[in-house]
């Protein structure tokens, strides 16, 4: 099993560029998040999706959008970028309680710069 | 207001000194509590949960409801331990999709 993983590992935009991190999670799990990580702010949630089909708003979902493309993929997109997006961002996957353990497993990060 | 505070940026110790992270929260219901590490260049992973009330190479935490702390800590750090760790609330166990809330993390150094 590969776990969560993410691509690319490392990008660097221009403002007002696009781009789409890729997530895919081979757990069969049904829920998905995406988390940006920033120096002395720790991890924060820009999206998540409960199960295939749904998606719902994090703390900081401005700029952002997300796609449940399937159960195995959940895509965050974004469409002009700016420098303010500069981080790490992580995408975990997890099963609902009761479906197993909800411990939530992370893909290894995409480093992104916006100059 | 949901919140996790580690109020340690960075925690400096020699290896064979006992280690505490500080971990505090604000829920007013019952939390589900987490320990998350991340050893440089490796992704995040879990390293304990309060319910399972275990010991995960050497850390152990206990919840104290009382003074809404969630500690880690170990007796005798070892130079392995370095990393960044994070101190994470679930909010809404028991829920489907329930996001964590992290603290801002804590880099402990262990020097020989």
């Known amino acids: 099993n590969a776990g969560v993983t993410q691509t690319p590992k490392f990008q660097v935009l221009k403002t007002g560029q696009s781009m789409t991190l890729q997530c895919a999670q081979d757990?069969?799990?049904?829920?998905m998040y995406w988390y940006r990580q920033d120096p002395g702010m720790g991890l924060r949630l820009i999206y998540y999706?409960?199960?295939?089909?749904?998606?719902d708003k994090g703390e900081v979902p401005n700029g952002y959008n997300v796609s449940r493309l399937n159960k195995r993929e959940f895509s965050l997109r974004l469409e002009s970028a700016a420098p303010s997006q500069t981080s790490v961002y992580f995408c975990?996957?997890?099963?609902?309680?009761?479906?197993?353990?909800?411990?939530?497993?992370f893909g290894p990060g995409t480093r992104l710069t916006v100059l | 207001a949901q919140r996790v505070t580690q109020p340690e940026k960075l925690l400096s110790v020699f290896k064979g000194a006992p280690v505490e992270l500080k971990c505090n929260y604000s829920?007013?219901?019952?939390?589900?509590l987490f320990w998350y590490v991340q050893y440089s260049r490796q992704r995040l992973q879990l390293l304990l949960r309060?319910?399972s009330r275990e010991s995960i190479k050497g850390f152990t935490a206990d919840l104290n409801k009382g003074e809404t702390s969630f500690h880690l800590k170990k007796p005798f750090a070892q130079e392995e331990d370095s990393a960044m760790y994070y101190c994470?609330?679930?909010?809404?166990?028991?829920?489907?999709?329930?996001?964590?809330?992290f603290g801002k993390g804590t880099t402990l150094s262990v020097s020989s």
């Open positions: 999706s409960a199960s295939e089909g749904t998606t």
């Open positions: 994470a609330l679930s909010p809404s166990y028991g829920q489907a999709g329930t996001a964590l809330i």
């Open positions: 829920y007013s219901g019952s939390p589900e």
């Open positions: 757990m069969n799990h049904n829920s």
């Open positions: 309060h319910i």
């Open positions: 975990a996957s997890s099963e609902p309680p009761g479906q197993g353990s909800d411990t939530q497993y």
